[in-house]
């Protein structure tokens, strides 16, 4: 994150998206919206739980994607991170065994290992993600507390669980009286549009569901959003502890974004550039890596999971491509143990086009 503004670098590792994708123009208009709107009370507090309008906006959006829910369920955040943090703090206690699929979100790894939980690592088998049927065996043996599960172009590796795994799973984790973390940040970057949540199966018992606009709009904002179904009132007052409400200004901002309906013109235009910027890295990376490099293929978003041959030794990669001006995010920190092979994953959005092909180029070199 400090390297993700440092001057002259070309910026592989973080997984942001790109100043140039932001819908500076929209969200200015939004700001103006907002303040006409609002005038001072955009400046004042307002309910912990959020933006009433905004968490009932965000509520038909999800309902339009087949997750019943109304606004008086939703609860903003500041980012997906403390909705995060809110659903673990909730549900887990220290010794607790945290079930996560692997590779899994650094940063998730970070407050799971702070929150002294102990992690049932379920290995990715594919782009698909892991195995139902592998996944079932280890939780009905190990009973974790909850289990974590990015649903949809998963950070780092892009897997995307099908929707007829998500309504199984849920169904394992319902009769197994375990709560599902479903972390949906990504959803909106699908080329063709946001599948079904793992929410959309769910009666509220099982499933509790975070995301933010951070990576599709703007992670300025630091919009969030938290449906922890039958957990909520334990979420709310946490949430009110920790930080008495979010950004009046941010939520009024996005609130006004989307009453504008700007979203879906912009997420348009994201997912086109994505589409772009992804096959120009794919074939980067095919000239000028070694034989034996494997890319991931995502459904969509800004990033890819790159698996390089055994004998490639990252941490010179990192030496010699950080001394040529670029920086990648290595593998290994989205595992809690080892990792089975040597990893990358690369930002496609935050560097120029010419940048992003001649940082390939010289990364692939440091590799070879």
């Known amino acids: ?44 507090y307002h309910h912990p739980s959020g933006d009433h309008r905004l968490r009932q906006l965000f509520a038909e959006r999800l309902s339009r994607r087949g997750a019943k829910v109304d606004g008086t369920q939703v609860l903003t955040t500041t980012g997906c991170q403390q909705a995060l943090q809110l659903m673990l703090s909730v549900l887990v206690q220290p010794g607790d065994i945290v079930a996560c699929q692997t590779p899994a979100y650094y940063a998730l790894l970070e407050l ?17 993600g892991f195995d139902v049927a592998e996944v079932t065996e280890l939780l009905e043996f190990r009973r974790p507390k909850c289990l974590f599960v990015c649903t949809t172009l998963s950070n780092p590796s892009g897997s995307t669980m099908p929707e007829s795994a998500r309504e199984q799973l849920v169904a394992v984790c319902r009769r197994l009286g375990m709560r599902i973390i479903e972390d949906d940040i ?21 499933v509790s569901y975070v995301t933010s606009f951070s990576k599709s709009v703007s992670p300025g904002l630091r919009a969030g959003f938290c449906v922890p179904g039958s957990l909520f009132e334990q979420a709310a007052t946490l949430k009110c502890q920790q ?15 989307m009453e504008m309906d700007a979203v879906e013109p912009h997420l348009a235009r994201v997912r086109a550039t994505n589409q772009r910027r992804r096959a120009l890295a794919r074939e980067a990376i095919t000239r000028s890596f070694p034989d034996g490099t494997r890319i991931a293929d995502p ?15 990252l941490a010179q990669v990192k030496v010699r491509a950080r001394g040529k001006g670029v920086v990648f995010c290595a593998g290994d920190v989205f595992f809690p143990a080892q990792a089975p092979g040597k990893f990358m994953r690369l930002n496609c959005a935050k560097a120029s086009e010419s940048e992003l092909v001649r940082g390939l180029e010289i990364l692939g070199a440091a590799v070879k």
């Open 243 to 257: 930080d008495m409400h979010g950004s009046v200004l941010s939520e009024g901002t996005l609130r006004a974004f």
């Open 112 to 128: 799971i290992a702070a929150r002294g939980a102990r992690i049932l690592p379920l290995p990715e088998r594919s782009d698909a």
């Open 299 to 313: 459904l969509g978003g800004y990033m890819l999971w790159v698996r390089l041959p055994d004998s490639a030794d």
């Open 186 to 206: 990504y959803a909106e970057l699908v080329d063709g549009g946001a599948p079904k949540p793992m929410l959309a199966f769910d009666d509220g018992t099982t």
């Open 1 to 44: 994150m400090r390297q993700a503004d440092e001057p002259g670098l070309v910026n592989l590792a973080a997984g942001v998206p790109s100043t140039e994708s932001l819908p500076t123009v929209e969200l200015r208009a939004a700001f103006e919206k907002a303040y006409a709107d609002d005038g001072a009370k955009l400046f004042a």
